[in-house]
């Protein structure tokens, strides 16, 4: 069963805010979500991060880092930070999801939208 206790959320982000600290431009929330899923929301960045800058909210995967044209290396080292202790041993083929916790990484959020300073 998927859980993130409040110590390992709280060494997470002590971890991405030395890695993507206010002083550079940088805003996040990182909170635990039930002791289930670690949520990542970036609400504002020194550059354009989106893929889509008609957005306002937007997911960040593996599978789509690389379609961004800013900030690809800083988000990568972000996602590391994010796995680091998490495991995946699923098996969609027979409806069977083990995973060490969820998360949920995106680009602002439904009531605050992504600001560039």
Known sequence: MAY??????????????????????????????????????????PFEIRVNTDNE???ITYHNLEERKNGVEILKKMMEIIDEGNFDKSDTMTDYFHVGFYTRVSIGEWDKPFKIK
């Open 4 to 45: 993130i206790n409040k110590e390992d959320t709280a060494i997470k982000r002590a971890k991405i805010k030395a890695l993507m600290t206010s002083k550079e431009g940088w805003k996040l929330s990182i909170t635990n979500e039930n002791y289930t899923c670690l949520k990542v929301s970036i609400l504002q960045a």
């Open 57 to 59: 909210r937007e997911n």
